[in-house]
C-alpha cells in the first residue's frame, strides 16, 4: 500500500510540470521569433506656465470692486484634459481675507493649452499693500493639481470717511449746568481700506445773536456716552485728539465722538456755532 501511494504521487507532479512548460512557451519558427509589444503609458501632469502679473485694484467706497486675472496651462494629454470645475485663483495676503475667485471661465483652447478668466471679488476695506499675491490652481481628469503662488499684485489706497449727522445738538441744555451730553453722537464710518489714528477738531464759540456767548472751551469730546472728561476744544483753533481716537480698516469700521458741554449761567434761547466744526482725520 505504501508503494503505491509514493508512485501515484509521482505521476501528478510530473503532469503539473509538462503543462508549466507547454503554456509558457511559445516556439520560434525557423529561429524567427516574433514577439508583442505592451507599453502603458503614465499620466502628462498639468503645467501652469503663466499669471497675469502688473494688476493693480483700485478699490470703491463701501462696496466690493471685481477683478480679472489670467493663467495659462498645458497639460501632454491634452486640453481636454483639464478639469476646468476645479480652475481658481485665490488673492491673499498676511493678516488680510482670502480673496478667492467666484468663476474661472477657460478660453483659447487649443491643442495642449488652454487659459482660464478669472474673477475675484474685493472689499474696499482690503489692506492697501504692493505685496497681495494670487495663487492660481487647477486639477486634471487624474486628480493631479498643479498651482502657482509666484506673482504679487497691489490693491492702492482708499481714503473715504463719512459721517452720520452733521451737528450736535443739545434740545434742552440747562444753563449754568456741567457735564451735558449732546443727544446724538457723530458716527465717523471708515469707508476705505486706510488705518486712521488720529484727528484734529477745530471748534468755535456759540451765539444767539443777542451778545451771549457759549465759549469753544466749555465744549469736550470722547469716544464714549456718560464719559464727560474728554479733550477741551478751542475756538478757531485745531485741537489734537490722539490718546483715545483711532479709526482701523475693516468691515463696519467706525469712532464714535460725543460731545459734553459745561453750559455757562446764559439766557435761553437757540445757540449757533460761529462756523460749522471741522474735523481732520489722519493716518
Known amino acids: 500500500m505504501k508503494t503505491k501511494t509514493i508512485g501515484a504521487l509521482v505521476v501528478l507532479l510530473a503532469v503539473v510540470i509538462m503543462a508549466y512548460v507547454v503554456t509558457a512557451d511559445v516556439q520560434c519558427t525557423s529561429q524567427d521569433c516574433s514577439i508583442n509589444t505592451t507599453l502603458t503609458v503614465g499620466n502628462s501632469n498639468p503645467t501652469i506656465t503663466g499669471v497675469e502679473g502688473g494688476i493693480t485694484i483700485t478699490g470703491t467706497a463701501e462696496t466690493s470692486v471685481t477683478t480679472n486675472v489670467l493663467f495659462n496651462v498645458t497639460d501632454g494629454n491634452g486640453y481636454a484634459d483639464v478639469n476646468d470645475t476645479t480652475a481658481q485663483c485665490v488673492g491673499y495676503k498676511s493678516g488680510e ?21 478669472c474673477s475675484v471679488d474685493f472689499q474696499y476695506y482690503d489692506a492697501a499693500a504692493a505685496d497681495w499675491a494670487w495663487n492660481c490652481s487647477v486639477t ?6 498643479v498651482n502657482d503662488d509666484s506673482v504679487t499684485f497691489t490693491i492702492n489706497a482708499l481714503n473715504y470717511v463719512d459721517v452720520n449727522v452733521s451737528t450736535f445738538t443739545w434740545a434742552s441744555a440747562t444753563a449754568n449746568t456741567n457735564d451735558q451730553e449732546a443727544d446724538t453722537a457723530i458716527n465717523l464710518d471708515n469707508g476705505g481700506n486706510q488705518d486712521y489714528g488720529a484727528a484734529t477738531v477745530t471748534a468755535y464759540n456759540a451765539t444767539n445773536g443777542n451778545g451771549y456767548v457759549i465759549p469753544a472751551t466749555t465744549f469736550y469730546l470722547n469716544n464714549a456716552t456718560g464719559t464727560p472728561a474728554g479733550t477741551q476744544m478751542a ?22 465722538l460725543f460731545a459734553y458741554v459745561d453750559m455757562p449761567a446764559i439766557e435761553s434761547g437757540t445757540y449757533t456755532s460761529a462756523n460749522n466744526w471741522l474735523i481732520d482725520i489722519t493716518t
Open 97 to 117: 481675507t482670502n480673496r478667492t475667485s467666484s468663476s474661472c471661465t477657460a478660453q483659447d483652447q487649443s491643442g495642449n493649452d488652454l487659459s482660464y478668466n
Open 140 to 145: 486634471d481628469n487624474a486628480a493631479v493639481s
Open 235 to 256: 475756538d478757531s483753533s485745531a485741537v489734537a485728539i490722539t490718546a483715545w481716537f483711532t479709526l482701523q480698516h475693516g468691515n463696519g469700521a467706525s469712532e464714535d
